[in-house]
């Protein structure tokens, strides 16, 4: 698998912003990716240094629009801790303050 088809976008919201301090960057990945190939896609597209991966599956949540009932789909999560002497990704330095 090539490095984008494995990380799909990176997750914006208040607590993952707040792991960003701690050199903590979140991502959707793809379902059938392990902790290493994460790894590698990272350092391979924004060009740092990845201390450690810990992934979770997120399960898909009961949704309805009106009568019509149906499932969100599951998906993959990857918080990606950087080495300290690493740089860090640019993507995210604008949205933190």
Do not use: C, H
């Not at 903590?24 to 994460?38: E, G, H, L, R």
């Not at 992934?55 to 990606?80: C, D, E, H, L, Q």
């Amino acid at each position: 698998m090539l490095a984008q088809d494995i990380v799909i976008k990176p997750i914006i919201t208040e607590r993952s912003m707040n792991g960003l301090a701690d050199r903590k960057y979140t991502f959707k990945v793809a379902k059938d990716a392990n902790k290493i190939q994460i790894a590698n896609a990272v350092e391979e597209l924004f060009g740092v240094k990845v201390s450690k991966v810990n992934t979770m599956n997120v399960r898909g949540r009961a949704k309805r629009v009106g009568m019509n009932r149906g499932f969100a789909p599951s998906w993959k999560k990857a918080i990606v801790t950087l080495t300290e002497d690493s740089k860090t990704i640019e993507f995210f330095d604008g949205m933190m303050s």
